[in-house]
C-alpha cells in the first residue's frame, strides 16, 4: 500500500541537541507538510512544501528548519532543541489533484521529548 | 479568537443515538471544510469534506455548513462504540488547512 512513513516514531532528547526528523511517502504526491501537535492546541502546521524547490513556512516555524531532498521525503531539524518543542509530530502528504489541499494523509507521528 | 474553534469536550452519547459535533471558523473567506478523525495514539484521517451550503450526506455521517453564520457540523447517526475518538475540524485558508483542537467523542454502549 502507497504510505507515508516517519523514523523515528520516538525520541528522547537533552536541551541543545540537534534532531532530524524524517518523513518518507510512497503515494506520489507532491505536497508535503510538517505539523506538531500539542494537548489542547490541536495541529499547527510548522512547514510546507509544494514541490522539491517550494518550502514555506507554517504558522510555527521559528526554531526548525526543512529539507525537501526527493518528492517522496521531506525532513525536519531542530538545530538546537528546547523543552518546549516537545510534542507530537506528524508529517502530512496531499496530491495537487484530487483531493487538494483538503485531503492530506499522515504519517504514524513522532513523540518527540526534549529533557 | 482561535481561527477554528470546538467544544474539547468530552462528549458522551448512548450507542445507537445521533452524536452532533460542531465548529465555528472566523474567516469569511474560507472555502472548504473538513471533518477528520483521531483515534487515540494515532494520526488523523479525512471522513468527511463540504464545500457548499447544506449537507452532504455519507453513510452514517452528514456534515452540514452555514457559510453566513460561519459553522459547520457534524452529525454522526447510529452511533457505535467505533465512533469513540476526537474530531477535528480543519478549515482552508490561503493554501493552508487551519486546525481546531478537536472534539473527544464517547461512546457509551
Known amino acids: 500500500d502507497a504510505d507515508v512513513t516517519q523514523t523515528p516514531r520516538n525520541r528522547i532528547t537533552k536541551t541543545g541537541k540537534r534532531i532530524m526528523l524524517e518523513c518518507s511517502q510512497t503515494k506520489g504526491h507532491d505536497r508535503m507538510y510538517w505539523y506538531r501537535q500539542d494537548p489542547g492546541l490541536g495541529l499547527r502546521l510548522i512547514y510546507y512544501s509544494f514541490d522539491v524547490k517550494d518550502i514555506n513556512k507554517g504558522e510555527i516555524s521559528d526554531g526548525y528548519s526543512v529539507s525537501r531532498q526527493a518528492q517522496a521525503k521531506f525532513s525536519l531539524s531542530l538545530e538546537s532543541a528546547i523543552p518546549n518543542q516537545t510534542a507530537l509530530y506528524f508529517c502530512a502528504t496531499s496530491d495537487l489533484k484530487g483531493g487538494g489541499i483538503g485531503e492530506q494523509f499522515f504519517g504514524p507521528g513522532t513523540r518527540l521529548t526534549v529533557l | ?109
Open chain 2, 1 to 109: 479568537q482561535k481561527e477554528v474553534e470546538q467544544n474539547s469536550g468530552p462528549l458522551s452519547v448512548p450507542e445507537g443515538a445521533i452524536a452532533s459535533l460542531n465548529c465555528t471558523y472566523s474567516d469569511r473567506v474560507s472555502q472548504s471544510f473538513f471533518w477528520y478523525r483521531q483515534y487515540s495514539g494515532k494520526s488523523p484521517e479525512l471522513i468527511m469534506s463540504i464545500y457548499s451550503n447544506g449537507d452532504k450526506e455519507d453513510g452514517r455521517f452528514t456534515a452540514q455548513l452555514n457559510k453566513a453564520s460561519q459553522y459547520v457540523s457534524l452529525l454522526i447517526r447510529d452511533s457505535q462504540p467505533s465512533d469513540s475518538a476526537t474530531y477535528l475540524c480543519a478549515v482552508n485558508l490561503n493554501y493552508q488547512l487551519i486546525w481546531g483542537a478537536g472534539t473527544k467523542l464517547i461512546i457509551k454502549p
